[in-house]
């Protein structure tokens, strides 16, 4: 009795490793991330080295989270991929007037308020996933239980927990704590967030959709920065947590500066990969996510053309001592790598079309119409069958 108890216990033990793994594997992305952006404060940490290092663990970091048991409710659209640049280009432009025309200052102000907000919630989100609560049934810890707040008139009620709620206190403080200094770390910390969240949450929907946003956000970032002075300049003026800074030196007021879009772009189609190599070659797996029989396959490619390209970047940038538009060398090295792998082991065309399948009203009453509508014909099939099946009884009978 006690040896089958002792089994059951070691069973338990092993199918309980992959999730425990995985949720100490986010742990210590997390406090590397956190070491990292804490280091220049000690010590001399070359700007070049920094920024690598911090893209590429935010980069892998949001990956690593985008992977859950449900896939997204919204994905983009291959329509919205292809918008995507112009609507990019009409918001930077309209953001470069803004600086031309307007008091600086004013504009400053009114972005950092809304930056504020959003980092307020963006660390909520970032620090709630750690949070984590195990009780004896299926339904949610309180402090995880929905909250929901009725807004007069055509808005949507807004939905919290307690847990949120307690959560806002700190990030609050944090933000505020930005706004009267806008120290480089606060401001690297809300980044930070922001490209964790948006890798995190933001769907391509199909692999497919990832190639035409980073093709064109390619010829996107290369006319902006090269064709234009939009782009240096918006950077410059744009005092918010729109891009991570990097002291040249100890007690530095000189940054190297990085966008965030140069962070969460590349991030999401990395993550999407990420997501196609759990589907197709780790379901059902032993292990963690990121090292497991079957261990994803097209991800550490993807994921080394990411480091490549944004190395890259600051080598260039370094030998002709200007700004570089980061996806010219991200976006090559990212879809090189990735489909030259795929198409060496003959997966080219099943990743290039895997779409992610996000569950949306539509579709689940699709389903639901086809599953009912196999019901219906499965009891039209059995009906005749049991007419038969009778008539043969009475056949029977009669002999």
Partial sequence: MASTRGAKAKVAAVEATPRLTTHSTLIALHIMTVINALLPLVAEY?????????????????CVRSVKDTPPAES????DAYKFPLMGSVMLFGLFL????????????????????LGTLGLV?????????????????????????????PLEPIEFSILEMLLCIPAAGFCYWYYMTKHWLANNVLGLAFSLQGVEHLSLGTVQNGVILLCGLFFYDVFWVFCTPVMVSVAKNFDAPIKLLFPKELASTEYSMLGLGDIVIPGIMVAIVLRY?????MVGRKGTMLHATGS??????????????????????????????????????????????????????????WSEAPVTEDTAAEKKKKDDGDESKSDEEEEPQQGVTTRRRRRVQRD
Wanted: glycine share 4%; with cysteine; net charge positive.
């Fill in 98 to 117: 803004a600086f031309k025309f307007l008091p600086k200052d004013m504009v400053n102000m009114v972005l950092t308020l809304y930056f504020i907000l």
């Fill in 125 to 153: 989100a970032t620090v709630e996933r750690f949070f984590v609560f195990d009780g004896s049934d299926d339904s949610p810890h309180w402090l995880k239980k929905q909250r929901e707040i009725k807004i007069p008139g």
């Fill in 277 to 281: 190599d759990v589907q197709k070659h």
């Fill in 76 to 79: 983009m659209t291959k329509k």
């Fill in 46 to 62: 070359p700007p070049n080295i920094n920024v690598v290092v911090t893209a590429s663990l935010a980069v892998l970091t949001g």
């Fill in 296 to 353: 994803p396959r097209f991800f550490y490619s993807c994921f080394v053309g990411y480091v490549i390209g944004i190395a890259s970047t600051i080598v260039v940038m370094n030998v002709f001592k200007a700004a570089q538009p980061a996806l010219l060398y991200i976006v090559p090295s990212v879809l090189v790598c990735t489909f030259t792998h795929a198409w060496m082991v003959g997966e080219a065309k099943t990743l290039f079309h």
